[in-house]
């Protein structure tokens, strides 16, 4: 079945250490995102690739890092610069080319120890 | 003022309930408006889609868009337990690549 596979599923991250989320997409989609939901904030923007090896920043980039090396892959790293890190973190992907019916995988929860 | 206003709810109704979730926006440009629900702890999944103004409806559920007001809505009819969960509005202009979300409603369908 196509989707979107996130992992993991819960991540626990000790003080100054640099953490990676795997986001794996088979839809043979285009753009792929990522997005960091508080409670009560919604759901903000962090970085986005509209095409293998080209990324933008979000709206809170700030202490973290992506690559995309491969359409099917857009994993993010959570560095140390990030003080306040812990959040439900979910990616996603869409077709491209001005069509953005986002679809989701089942996000990350990442704790801080 | 924020782009995207949403009321987070919760909204608590009985089993069998119309209801009506809100959204409303200041950027006219916006073109695109959908709907997303997200159940506790998961990934949201893609409701209703719909472009300009007009009503768009699918089952139980109806999306509406006045553009003039900067107004939309999202009606459930009959509505169940298993609708319990927060729903998102999001929007877009065709200009843009990333979608604008509002922060969610919890909805909370007692039986």
């Known amino acids: 079945d196509g989707g979107i596979t996130q992992s993991p599923k819960y991540l626990f991250r000790k003080e100054g250490q640099n953490v990676t989320l795997s986001c794996e997409q088979n839809?043979?989609?285009?753009?792929m995102y990522w997005y960091r939901q508080d409670p009560g904030q919604g759901l903000r923007l962090i970085y986005y690739?509209?095409?293998?090896?080209?990324?933008q920043k979000g709206d809170i980039a700030e202490g973290y890092s992506v690559s995309r090396e491969k359409k099917e892959s857009f994993p993010l790293t959570v560095t140390s610069a990030q003080k306040n890190p812990t959040a439900f973190y979910l990616c996603?992907?869409?077709?491209?080319?001005?069509?953005?019916?986002?679809?989701f995988g089942s996000g990350t929860q990442l704790s801080v120890l | 003022q924020k782009e995207v206003e949403q009321d987070p709810g919760p909204l608590s109704v009985p089993e069998g309930a119309i209801v009506s979730l809100n959204c409303t926006y200041s950027?006219?440009?916006?073109?695109?408006f959908m709907w997303y629900r997200q159940y506790s702890r998961k990934g949201p999944e893609l409701l209703m889609y719909?472009?300009?103004?007009g009503n768009k409806e699918d089952g139980r559920f109806t999306a509406q868009v006045d553009k003039s007001s900067k107004y939309i809505s999202l009606f459930i009819r009959d509505s169940q337990p298993s609708d319990s969960a927060t729903y998102l509005c999001?929007?877009?202009?065709?200009?843009?690549?990333?979608?604008?979300f509002g922060k969610g409603t919890m909805l909370l369908v007692s039986p």
């Open positions: 690739s509209q095409i293998v090896n080209d990324f």
């Open positions: 950027n006219s440009a916006f073109q695109y």
């Open positions: 719909t472009y300009s103004s």
């Open positions: 839809l043979n989609h285009d753009a």
């Open positions: 999001a929007m877009y202009n065709s200009g843009y690549s990333t979608l604008t």
């Open positions: 996603a992907s869409t077709i491209g080319q001005g069509n953005e019916k986002l679809f």
